[in-house]
């Protein structure tokens, strides 16, 4: 079993993923800026940010795996993708980094355009979108040994459309994964089944995909 903690654990994603990491066994290590009072029975709640980089490393010695589930909105827009650089270059090369993004810069068909390239793609959702694939760039551009892994969710993905665990998700790789009504959509609860099964059975290393139904 796998020492796995989640930065922004106790959000939409990083909550899902912290439950199913439980569901399996694993040690799961919720990070946030606060302690919530409703909490995952069995997971490790800790107090940390990404504005504190140097920090959070220091109080995650030990982890298998440390997942990144901080959106860059609010008062953390611009601060995310600057963070996640430092955080990739102070970990050690033994801890592997996950990041979970947005579904902007999937592609929506081989070759291209991606998603936030569209004429449909919501204006306000630009800047994190944007800075989400800035994070993506910085991690594939990196000459490090380190092993980390990008998740792209289904573009319906959120705390709106909440669904329910089914354990079946398909991947698409570099393309956003639509059903046959060109929906693209994934539980909460599946998104997390999909994160550890990654962490579980590595196929994306040093590599970016797409979850979705």
Do not use: C
């Not at 939409?12 to 439950?19: D, F």
């Not at 033994?94 to 998603?115: F, H, Q």
């Not at 040994?145 to 790789?173: C, I, L």
Request: hydrophobic share 40%; proline share 6%; aromatic share 6%.
């Amino acid at each position: 079993m796998a020492r796995i903690a989640v930065i922004g654990g106790t959000g939409y994603a990083g909550s899902h993923i912290v439950a199913e990491a439980v569901r399996r066994g694993h040690t799961a290590v919720s990070v946030a800026r606060s302690i919530p009072t409703d909490r995952i029975e069995g997971a490790t709640y800790m107090e940390g940010t990404l504005l504190d980089v140097p920090g959070l490393v220091a109080e995650l010695q030990g982890a298998d795996v440390v997942v990144v589930a901080v959106a860059p909105r609010g008062d953390m827009q611009g601060s995310v993708r600057p963070a996640v650089a430092e955080l990739a270059a102070l970990l050690p090369e033994t801890t592997r980094l996950g990041v979970i993004g947005g579904a902007g810069g999937s592609l929506v068909a081989p070759e291209g355009p991606r998603l936030i390239d569209t004429p449909g793609f919501t204006e306000e959702f630009k800047p994190e979108a944007f800075e989400m694939i800035g994070v993506l760039e910085d991690l594939q551009a990196s000459g490090s040994a380190h092993d980390w892994f990008f998740v792209h969710p289904a573009g319906g993905f959120g705390p709106w459309n909440e669904g329910e665990r089914t354990g079946e998700y398909r991947d698409g790789g570099d393309v956003l994964v639509t059903n046959e009504k060109g929906e693209s959509l994934i539980s909460g609860a599946d998104l997390g089944v999909a994160v550890i099964d990654e962490i579980e059975d590595p196929k994306h290393s040093r590599d970016r995909f797409t979850v979705g139904y």
